[in-house]
């Protein structure tokens, strides 16, 4: 186990960067504060270049090594924006924004990315160039995008490119990593119905869409149980089922739905589209009804390249020893928008454990911040390993 001294004496530091960020989350694009707190903290550590504004918020800082080999540009990535979630954990850090909280522990994926720059900085026991990228917009699913829309991998000349992100459930100081398919490409959906409104003691004189939508919502759960194979891997969720109206005495016009679908597989990902066009259309037919579902592809399958993978693996066994290491996790339907980068160049993307705590977008998680040394050490090895000094 290679835990480096460094992050031990860095620790509370790092862990105050964090709680700070948790205490001042911000979504989306509008992660202002953040990023200049990112930024400054990344010129005060003597990076050799701090460049903000990549698409739209990003920051970007550059770390030469002793030695600056052209040939090696590595880019390590960690999300900086929070979620629109109520916090109930009552800790003495807790949000100071109502409505706003750090669910997913993008705080600490952007702390323990700064205490590896600071020591890759003080360091620069590497031949080539760190990229360290902090991102926006990861829960909106268009962050990643925006970045490599604005040029980021040619303008750094990033070569290679790793992700990492905590896990609940998975013990501190594990690491869990596949090659090939890990998460989910993410799609999402509306479904408008309009029927016939009018009074609930006279259903017959009504089309009723909220009876047509409960037929839908049946009828689509059939779609993974009945139209795809058993073996492949799938999720159709319904997650808002809304009639616009609060009467006790009124059937509505109207009924709208939104929901997620998750896919690993294109073949899949096309069935499951074209099997809901078919459903909601000759649902809301057979009932009189007019529907229209509205799918729409969102981010890709989070596919990690093969030898990336074995070498991301490997940092992270140098780290917390081999038995700790996961190399063939099962993969899992949540998505990321890292599959992106991951599109542009070849790389991997990692999951730390977070130990016994509350899930990720649960309004009283928190980052385990016992995992900081370890996600840590695990950026400054993989730099250093990637690109080994003479």
């Known amino acids: 186990?290679?835990?480096?001294?460094?992050?031990?004496?860095?620790r509370t530091d790092i862990a105050d960067w964090r709680r700070d960020l948790h205490a001042n989350p911000e979504l989306g694009f509008n992660v202002h504060r953040t990023a200049e707190l990112v930024a400054e903290k990344l010129k005060a550590f003597g990076v050799d270049e701090v460049v903000t504004g990549i698409g739209t918020t990003g920051v970007i800082g550059?770390?030469?090594?002793?030695?600056?080999?052209?040939?090696?540009?590595?880019?390590?990535?960690?999300?900086?924006?929070?979620?629109?979630?109520?916090?109930?954990?009552g800790l003495p850090y807790a949000s100071k924004i109502?409505?706003?909280?750090?669910?997913?522990?993008?705080?600490?994926?952007?702390?323990?990315?700064?205490?590896?720059?600071?020591?890759?900085?003080?360091?620069?026991?590497?031949?080539?160039t760190s990229v360290v990228i902090f991102q926006p917009a990861e829960e909106d699913a268009c962050g990643a995008r925006a970045m490599i829309d604005d040029g980021m991998m040619e303008r750094f000349g990033i070569q290679e490119v790793y992700g990492m992100h905590n896990l609940p459930g998975v013990p501190v100081g594990k690491f869990v990593i596949r090659p090939g398919p890990f998460l989910?490409?993410?799609?999402?959906?509306?479904?408008?119905?309009?029927?016939?409104?009018?009074?609930?003691?006279?259903?017959?004189?009504?089309?009723?869409?909220?009876?047509?939508?409960?037929?839908?919502?049946?009828?689509?759960?059939?779609?993974?149980s009945r139209a795809i194979a058993p073996v492949d891997s799938a999720v159709v969720s319904i997650t808002l089922f809304h009639t616009g109206g609060d009467s006790f005495n009124v059937i509505p016009q109207t009924l709208h739905m939104k929901g997620t679908v998750r896919t690993l597989d294109a073949g899949v990902q096309g069935l499951i589209e074209e099997q809901m066009n078919h459903i909601v259309d000759h649902t809301a037919k057979a009932f009189g009804a007019r529907a229209v579902l509205n799918y729409q592809r969102g981010i890709p399958v989070t596919r990690n390249t093969e030898r990336e993978t074995s070498f991301a693996a490997d940092i992270a066994a140098e780290v917390v020893g081999e038995q700790h290491v996961d190399r063939n996790w099962p993969p899992l339907l949540g998505g990321e928008d890292f599959s992106y980068m991951l599109n542009a160049r070849p790389g991997?993307?990692?999951?730390?454990g977070n130990g016994n705590t509350a899930g990720l977008h649960h309004p009283q998680f928190?980052?385990?911040?016992?995992?900081?040394?370890?996600?840590?050490?695990?950026?400054?090895?993989?730099?250093?390993?990637?690109?080994?000094?003479d």
């Open 348 to 352: 991997a993307f990692i999951f730390l």
């Open 62 to 89: 550059v770390i030469k090594g002793k030695q600056t080999n052209p040939a090696r540009v590595v880019g390590m990535r960690a999300d900086m924006d929070a979620l629109p979630v109520v916090e109930t954990t």
């Open 366 to 389: 928190d980052f385990n911040d016992e995992a900081i040394s370890f996600g840590c050490s695990y950026w400054a090895r993989l730099a250093e390993r990637a690109m080994p000094a």
């Open 1 to 10: 186990m290679t835990i480096l001294n460094r992050f031990t004496e860095l």
């Open 184 to 224: 989910a490409a993410s799609d999402w959906f509306t479904i408008e119905i309009e029927g016939r409104g009018g009074h609930a003691a006279f259903p017959n004189a009504c089309i009723d869409p909220t009876v047509i939508g409960t037929q839908m919502v049946n009828a689509l759960q059939l779609v993974v």
């Open 98 to 128: 109502e409505g706003r909280m750090h669910a997913c522990g993008h705080d600490g994926h952007t702390a323990m990315l700064l205490g590896a720059a600071k020591y890759l900085s003080e360091t620069r026991d590497f031949n080539g």
